[in-house]
């Protein structure tokens, strides 16, 4: 058990819907990161919070957001939503210090089904 | 910019037979290398990690990993293959900058047969 808790574990959906998942990092760590992991594009980095500031974005659509909330819980909205973005969503969590070793706990992911 | 390159999308290996995952780096600085494993229906977990100390790495389960810098490589190997070793394997690089976020390699799924 990683200490990462992901909600939901899985959810089914229309297109043009939108959804929102949840993540509770493991105790103190003050950064969040989101991953979706499909079949074509492999695990992508979307966004990085830290101590619910943004950190850094990577290939996360326009309707896509992400924040990060006072006690450090994080959600992921996906609005708009496309057969395409029918995904695994990865939460990772970590300590960030001066000298990070970029080790990043997983939860067990939000599987997203997109019909 | 950081990236990783799983040479193998696939590796069949036979129970107690030697594995050997195979990753290309390509970075800039000296960078912070990780394999992570994903079991079916899992997360990911770190198998292992090199930031810079010694080159040849251990990590959990068995499983070790050799820094080569003239080679830009990290193999992952492990001398003898269990059933519970299959898995999908990432090889990962850590960004260099304030981020420190992840750059996953594309995976090498491990098929071990009895």
Redesign the interface.
């Given at each position: 058990d990683s200490g990462v808790t992901q909600t939901p574990k899985h959810l089914i959906t229309a297109t043009g819907q939108r959804v929102t998942l949840r993540c509770s990092p493991r105790s103190g760590d003050l950064s969040v990161y989101w991953y979706q992991q499909s079949l074509d594009q492999g695990l992508q980095f979307l966004i990085q919070y830290y101590n619910g500031e943004e950190r850094a974005k990577g290939n996360i659509l326009e309707r896509f957001s992400a924040q990060q909330f006072p006690d450090l819980h994080s959600e992921l909205n996906l609005s708009s939503l496309e057969l395409g973005d029918s995904a695994l969503y990865f939460c990772a969590s970590s300590v960030r210090t001066g000298k990070n070793t970029g080790e990043l706990f997983f939860g067990e992911g939000s599987r997203l089904t997109v019909l | 910019a950081q990236s990783v390159t799983q040479l193998d999308s696939h590796v069949s290996v036979s129970e107690g037979t030697p594995v050997l995952l195979r990753c290309n780096y390509s970075s800039s600085y000296s960078p912070?290398l990780?394999w992570?494993v994903q079991h079916p229906?899992?997360?990911?977990?770190?198998l292992l990690?090199y930031?810079s100390a010694a080159t040849l790495v251990k990590g959990i389960n068995g499983f070790e990993a050799e820094f080569k810098k003239s080679e830009t490589s990290f193999h992952l190997t492990k001398p003898s293959a269990h059933m519970s070793d299959a898995a999908e394997y990432?090889c990962v690089v850590?960004?260099m900058?304030?981020?420190?976020?992840?750059?996953?390699g594309?995976?090498t799924r491990l098929l071990v047969r009895p």
């Open positions: - | 912070s990780f992570y229906n899992k997360g990911l977990q770190l990690k930031t990432f850590s960004e900058d304030s981020s420190y976020k992840l750059i996953f594309s995976g």
